[in-house]
Every structure is written in structure tokens, then in C-alpha cells.
């Protein structure tokens, strides 16, 4: 357990829980969808499996979560985290705007663009996109394929034909699917590159969608427009 503060101010008792390092992204994770043991760890993917296990035997002791053999799930306390664990991430979204180079990963990226998806804005039937890292040479290569709903993000070739290349430097992709950028921004200087016939590269950037904190962010800024 964290170290206590020594205050009763409630703030300060939820932090003694939640500051410990890690413990706000495993509380991301499991809002996003992940329940598995490996999904969390490719949420991430720099904890070590023996960090992960005991901040979820911490966070299973103060009822924010609960497992069984199908996986783990927020209770209602740990789910409602999620406002305040949005509002954070669009704070750093808006304020923080650069990050290192130690921060890119191509797995973490290709990971939180499955999950975000929107797979009815695909075609029916199987889709797939290859995505081309342009400034790496390991995990260089990503294909994102879409059938019936499911997304998938492989990094070896799965066979299937490939109805567009998306060609960009991981800095590039990473800026717009955060929604520091637009598509068209990119596109029109050159940053990103999307091979396909007309008609289809015209949607690909609808097909990838961007964060949820993205479109969080630009939900926020419409209302204060309005």
C-alpha cells in the first residue's frame, strides 16, 4: 500500500491507492476493454509480470476490482474511475503535447488502434490494411484486418489480400491516431502515404478512426465552441 498522507481529505485517500506507479494505466486498461492476464500486459507492455500481479492483488483488496476464472472486471467502484481517468487523459492529451522517442511502440500503438477501431465504418466481409513503418526495421511491418466486427492487429503477414498500405514514420502514425494532427494535415505534407485505389484511400482514415481521448478532447472543444 502506498504510503498515507496523513490527511483525511478524500483526494488524498484515493491517491494512496491509486499513486502508485502503474496502477492509473492497469484501472485504464481494464475500462478499455482488457480482462485477460496478456491483455493487460500488452496495455503495458514495460511492467514486468510480477509488478502486474500485485497491483491487481491491491486492487482486488480495495474492491476496484474482482476476478474469477473468466478474467478481471471493474466493480462498480473501479468503474467509476472512468471520469476521472478520461478527464486525466485528455488533460494530457491537451497540455502535454511532445513525448520522447522512449515513449514509441509500434506493439502499443497497433494495440490501441485495434481496440478503437470502428469496425462498422469497414466493408462487409474481410478487410485488410497493412500499415508500414517507414523509420523502423523490427515491427516495420502491421496488418489490421476487420471481419464481421472483429479487428485484428498481426504483425506477420495473415495472407489475406490487402485493400490499402499505410506508409508513415511511428512519430507520424502515433500524432494522429492521438489527434494531434489530422489525417489530411499529414497527408498533405507528405507524412503519411496511403496506397490504394481513389475511392478506398479516401476512407481509410475513417476506417483507423483515432483515441477515444481524441475524440473526447474534440467533444470537450465543440461544447466550449458552443
Known amino acids: 500500500m502506498a504510503t498515507s498522507y496523513g490527511q483525511f481529505c478524500p483526494l488524498a485517500k484515493a491517491m494512496e491507492i491509486l499513486d502508485e506507479r502503474w496502477t492509473i494505466l492497469i484501472v485504464r486498461e481494464l475500462l478499455l476493454g482488457s480482462t485477460r492476464f496478456n491483455e493487460l500486459r500488452r496495455g503495458v507492455p514495460r511492467m514486468s509480470p510480477a509488478l502486474l500481479s500485485k497491483r491487481l492483488q491491491a486492487l482486488e483488496r480495495h474492491g476496484i476490482i474482482e476476478h474469477d476464472a473468466s478474467g478481471y472486471?471493474?466493480?462498480e467502484c473501479g468503474r467509476d474511475l472512468h471520469t476521472a481517468v478520461m478527464s486525466l487523459g485528455v488533460w494530457g492529451l491537451r497540455w502535454i503535447e511532445d513525448f520522447g522517442d522512449e515513449d514509441l511502440d509500434p506493439h502499443l500503438l497497433m494495440w490501441d488502434v485495434r481496440r478503437t477501431v470502428p469496425s462498422a465504418a469497414w466493408p462487409?466481409?474481410?478487410t485488410?490494411?497493412?500499415?508500414?513503418?517507414?523509420d523502423l526495421e523490427r515491427a516495420r511491418r502491421w496488418w489490421l484486418v476487420v471481419s464481421?466486427?472483429?479487428v485484428d492487429a498481426c504483425d506477420y503477414d495473415p495472407g489475406y489480400e490487402v485493400s490499402a498500405t499505410v506508409r508513415a514514420t511511428?512519430?507520424?502514425l502515433t500524432h494522429v491516431w492521438r489527434g494531434d494532427?489530422?489525417?489530411?494535415?499529414?497527408m498533405r505534407a507528405r507524412q503519411v502515404?496511403?496506397?490504394a485505389p481513389r475511392d478506398t484511400r479516401a476512407v481509410v482514415p475513417a476506417w483507423f478512426g483515432r483515441s477515444m481521448l481524441a475524440e473526447a478532447l474534440a467533444a470537450q472543444a465543440a461544447v466550449s465552441a458552443g
Open 193 to 195: 502515404e496511403i496506397e
Open 170 to 172: 511511428l512519430r507520424t
Open 128 to 134: 485488410c490494411v497493412a500499415v508500414e513503418f517507414t
Open 181 to 186: 494532427v489530422s489525417w489530411e494535415q499529414a
Open 148 to 150: 464481421g466486427g472483429v
Open 124 to 126: 462487409p466481409g474481410r
Open 73 to 75: 472486471r471493474l466493480t
